[in-house]
């Protein structure tokens, strides 16, 4: 290897660690399509309320689209949690309006789950397991060996929690006001524009700081090399005593 060869070989390496972050994000989050998914109903909710102010209406609409969005996953055999996510979202939301008759109730339900994520994320880095992790674990087949056997990576996580529990808090601190001195169609429009920017913003700092941890242990690839190890063991000692490997035989 010569004196060029190392640097080269580690912008791929991180390169290549910078893409499986990037992928695992997109996963995790649910990418454009979720996106799309979880601010189409919000507005077309307020759309029709802006111009007719019928409550029913707005809120059929919504559930409706909501209810397409799960369909149309289904019928091309996607994923279908962050649709599914967005049905019952918008289902509480729909329910809660028509029981009070308060179209600003169709955005309760969305805003009181906001501030408990929000607190969940702050409390779980708290107590030393920071949400993000919890849910990227998984995605990148470490589990929780972030805790105990990568310290680095689950200062990143806990970094990325504070963000995205902040982040959402700040959401929180512009919607609730406005839910009591705002009318039906301010409160959404504001809500739909503080849909994307928000969530872009916490899913990049997740990424910046992931991208400069250390890569995550992949536990499912150790349990496949320890269940390899085993094998070839006990094929070694079934050789020693000149049984056949497998340890019985077949009938």
């Known amino acids: ?41 919000g507005l077309l909710f307020v759309t029709i309320f802006t111009i007719n102010k019928n409550l029913h209406w707005s809120a059929i609409a919504a559930l409706a689209v909501a209810v397409v969005l799960v369909v149309v996953r289904l019928a091309v055999k996607d994923t279908v949690k962050h649709a ?10 729909v329910v809660f309006a028509m029981f009070t008759g308060n179209a600003k109730d ?6 009181l789950y906001t501030l408990g994520l929000a607190l969940a994320y702050i409390i779980t880095t708290l107590c030393g397991m920071p949400l ?6 998984p995605v990148f087949k470490e589990n ?22 902040l982040i959402l808090l700040a ?25 994307i920017p928000p969530f872009l913003l916490a899913v990049w700092l997740t990424w910046v700081f992931l991208a400069k941890a250390p890569a995550p242990i992949d536990v499912f690839a ?14 070694a000692l079934a050789a020693e ?10 009938k």
């Open 1 to 41: 290897m010569t004196s060029l060869d190392k640097p080269t070989e580690d912008t791929q390496a991180e390169d290549d660690a910078r893409a499986v972050t990037e992928a695992a994000l997109f996963e995790a989050f649910g990418g454009v399509r979720g996106m799309v998914e979880t601010v189409l109903p």
């Open 171 to 195: 959401k929180c601190a512009i919607l609730f006001p406005l839910y009591w001195w705002a009318n039906t169609a301010q409160l959404g429009w504001v809500l739909v524009a503080l849909k």
């Open 132 to 137: 993000i992790g919890l849910i990227l674990g």
């Open 241 to 250: 005593s000149g049984e056949p490997s497998g340890g019985r035989h077949r």
């Open 84 to 93: 599914f996510s967005g049905v019952f979202g918008v289902a509480f939301g």
């Open 222 to 235: 150790e349990m496949e090399a320890e269940e390899k190890a085993e094998e070839e063991r006990k094929a």
């Open 144 to 165: 929780l060996s972030w805790r105990t056997r990568n310290p680095g990576r689950k200062k990143a996580y806990a970094k990325a929690s504070w963000a995205w529990g």
């Open 106 to 111: 169709f955005y309760l339900p969305g805003m």
